[in-house]
């Protein structure tokens, strides 16, 4: 039996399971593309055989301005619209005729237009905005791979305020733990402290962000201060699960559920093509029953559609924000 390793040989698997070559089946070559395509679909949003767990991560991008010719503005200065009285912090030239900047203010809820003139604060350097490139900061949200389908959960972003040193009240708190760690302490008693003291952390002072995430526009929104609570060139870590490229792993192909599943929607667009010819004499008085074979493939794909859901489908307990 020739192992499915790729679109063409899967197809002609399942061709040959409904008969082909003896017996001709009467669907088009781009119905079959579109059949393929379906059987994807379903079984990477069902089959837990077709997503992986990966962590993912991300840097966090700030918005660049395009200008119309080379100006040297000064790290750190703010930089102001003349038309719409926007202004930013200059994070970084990342040529002459580009700016990166971090924090954006304006008034009216105008952000900066192309075509406007920008002023140095410090450097008392003008340039013109040629476009404008919105990054993560100024968009607040992160760009999810289209290859994802569920995100998980967000690791913990520490604002720019964390302190670390020795008057942080979180620091004191874990410090004053370390009487628990020695011969004479109980571990029980321990780790039922470092629960509560997760509790007292989640309640007074959470780093854990409300997001949300929508696999059609790729996004993962971040419910926070995105101008003081992020820092730009730094990363936010993502749990989720994506799809596994069926092109790069070609085993996905010889998947035993995917080629009866696939077998049984090809085999039901037969059916639909030949029931227009239904009790229509061929030659020899021959007729193609067109019906019985949609109905059979409606309910060969009803049993592999339930047994997907019971057998192979993720548990529905992701943590959406």
Not at 139 to 150: K, L, R, S, W
Request: one cysteine or more; aromatic letters at 10%.
């Amino acid at each position: 039996m020739a192992v499915p390793n790729s679109r063409e040989t899967l197809k002609d698997y399942c061709l040959r399971a409904l008969g082909a070559p003896v017996i001709e089946i009467n669907v088009d070559d781009d119905q079959l593309e579109d059949r393929v395509d379906e059987a994807l679909q379903f079984y990477q949003h069902y089959h837990t055989d077709a997503i992986e767990k990966v962590f993912l991560k991300h840097k966090i991008t700030g918005s660049k301005l395009n200008l119309s010719s080379s100006a040297s503005f000064s790290v750190g200065e703010t930089i102001t619209g003349g038309t719409t009285g926007a202004t930013a912090k200059v994070h970084k030239n990342t040529t002459a005729t580009q700016v990166v900047y971090t924090v954006l203010t304006h008034t009216d809820e105008i952000p900066f237009q192309a075509n406007e003139v920008i002023t140095g604060e410090d450097s008392g350097v003008t340039a013109t905005i040629s476009s404008i490139v919105k990054g993560d900061m100024e968009n607040e949200y992160v760009p999810i791979p289209d290859a994802v389908t569920d995100v998980i959960r967000l690791f913990p972003i520490f604002d720019t305020f964390t302190s670390n040193n020795l008057f942080d009240i979180k620091y004191q708190m874990h410090l004053n733990d370390m009487f628990s760690l020695g011969y004479m302490g109980s571990l029980l008693e321990y780790s039922m402290a470092q629960q509560y003291l997760s509790t007292l952390d989640l309640v007074i002072d959470s780093d854990n962000k409300f997001v949300s995430f929508d696999r059609h526009r790729n996004q993962l929104r971040i419910d926070m201060d995105w101008g003081t609570e992020v820092v730009m060139d730094e990363y936010v870590i993502v749990e989720a699960y994506r799809i596994i490229d069926p092109e790069t792993f070609t085993d996905i192909y010889n998947d035993h559920y995917l080629k009866k599943y696939l077998t049984a929607i090809i085999k039901r667009q037969w059916g639909s093509n030949l029931i227009k010819f239904q009790g229509v004499a061929m030659l020899g008085g021959v007729q193609m029953n067109g019906e019985q074979i949609y109905t059979q493939a409606l309910d060969e794909i009803t049993k592999l559609e339930e047994e997907v859901r019971l057998n192979w489908e993720q548990p529905v307990d992701f943590y959406m924000g």
